[in-house]
């Protein structure tokens, strides 16, 4: 429909292809400190909406299990003012291959607020969230997650970034725990360099454990592909 609606306007196509020393996100390494390749597609269709998949390699259970992640995603923003935007994601993640009795498929609504593309405020909201953890498996619960983060240019192609971010399981394993990271990019053209220093605090650590919640370094290289960068 929304492809439908927007045919006399043109599309622009963009993505990325990256290589990862580890897959983290919201404080969890997603492939346990190991190395991951990853990409993605995005459509724009408008100013308002953008439409794309993304895909990961995972390893996040010692064991047999799903070693792919893949993400589709719709996205509507709303700007306000030339500084200040808005927008809404929603995203389902789909782990094809999944040999575990659990199916880890789930649903994410992302609502954030940024302000000159450098500072932004993002609450997340999974309503059937499934994980694993010391205290055993939880299925179809509700997780939340809250974010902030902000980006500045530095010198040259060089900018830095930070966050921190506050993610509550308690329907889950009734506990929840802080994470944030720090980081250094460097950007020519389409290419990019991430490196990022990683801190979850000790109730992730024993939730999950040392190989999915560490202090650690990763580093990212990207490339990026079609629309503007």
Same mark, same amino acid.
């Given at each position: 429909?929304?492809?439908?609606?927007?045919? =006399?306007?043109?599309?622009?196509?963009?993505?990325?292809?990256?290589?990862?020393?580890?897959?983290?996100?919201?404080?969890?390494?997603?492939?346990?400190?190991?190395?991951?390749?990853? +990409?993605?597609?995005?459509?724009?269709?408008?100013?308002?909406?953008?439409?794309?998949?993304?895909?990961?390699?995972?390893?996040? !259970? *010692?064991? *047999? +299990?799903?070693?792919?992640?893949?993400?589709?995603?719709?996205?509507?923003?709303?700007?306000?003012?030339?500084?200040?935007?808005?927008?809404?994601?929603?995203?389902?993640?789909?782990?094809?291959?999944? *040999?575990?009795?659990?199916? !880890?498929?789930?649903?994410?609504?992302?609502?954030?607020?940024? !302000?000159?593309?450098?500072?932004?405020?993002?609450?997340?909201?999974?309503?059937?969230?499934?994980?694993?953890?010391?205290?055993?498996?939880?299925?179809?619960?509700?997780?939340?997650? !809250?974010?902030? /983060?902000?980006?500045?240019?530095?010198?040259?192609?060089?900018?830095?970034?930070? +966050?921190?971010?506050?993610?509550?399981?308690?329907?889950? @394993?009734?506990?929840?725990?802080?994470?944030?990271?720090?980081?250094?990019?460097?950007?020519?053209?389409?290419?990019?360099? =991430?490196?990022?220093?990683?801190?979850?605090?000790?109730?992730?650590?024993?939730? @999950?454990?040392?190989?999915?919640? /560490?202090?650690?370094? /990763?580093?990212?290289?990207?490339?990026?592909?079609?629309?503007?960068?």
């Amino acid at each position: 429909m929304l492809l439908a609606g927007t045919a =006399h306007a043109q599309i622009e196509w963009g993505g990325s292809l990256a290589l990862t020393s580890d897959y983290v996100q919201q404080g969890l390494s997603q492939t346990r400190g190991e190395p991951a390749l990853q +990409g993605g597609l995005r459509a724009q269709l408008n100013e308002q909406w953008t439409v794309g998949a993304w895909a990961s390699e995972i390893d996040r !259970y *010692a064991g *047999a +299990g799903a070693n792919v992640e893949l993400d589709v995603y719709a996205t509507r923003a709303w700007r306000f003012t030339p500084e200040w935007v808005a927008t809404m994601t929603a995203t389902h993640y789909f782990y094809p291959n999944d *040999a575990r009795w659990v199916r !880890y498929d789930y649903d994410e609504v992302a609502a954030s607020v940024g !302000y000159r593309s450098a500072l932004f405020a993002t609450v997340a909201w999974a309503p059937n969230y499934v994980d694993r953890s010391y205290r055993g498996v939880a299925s179809d619960r509700s997780a939340l997650s !809250y974010e902030l /983060s902000a980006n500045q240019s530095l010198v040259g192609g060089w900018s830095g970034n930070m +966050g921190v971010g506050y993610r509550d399981l308690s329907d889950l @394993f009734d506990e929840a725990y802080w994470y944030g990271h720090a980081g250094l990019m460097y950007s020519a053209q389409r290419l990019a360099v =991430h490196l990022t220093y990683t801190y979850v605090d000790q109730t992730a650590r024993h939730l @999950f454990g040392h190989e999915r919640a /560490s202090l650690a370094w /990763s580093g990212t290289l990207i490339w990026r592909f079609g629309g503007t960068h």
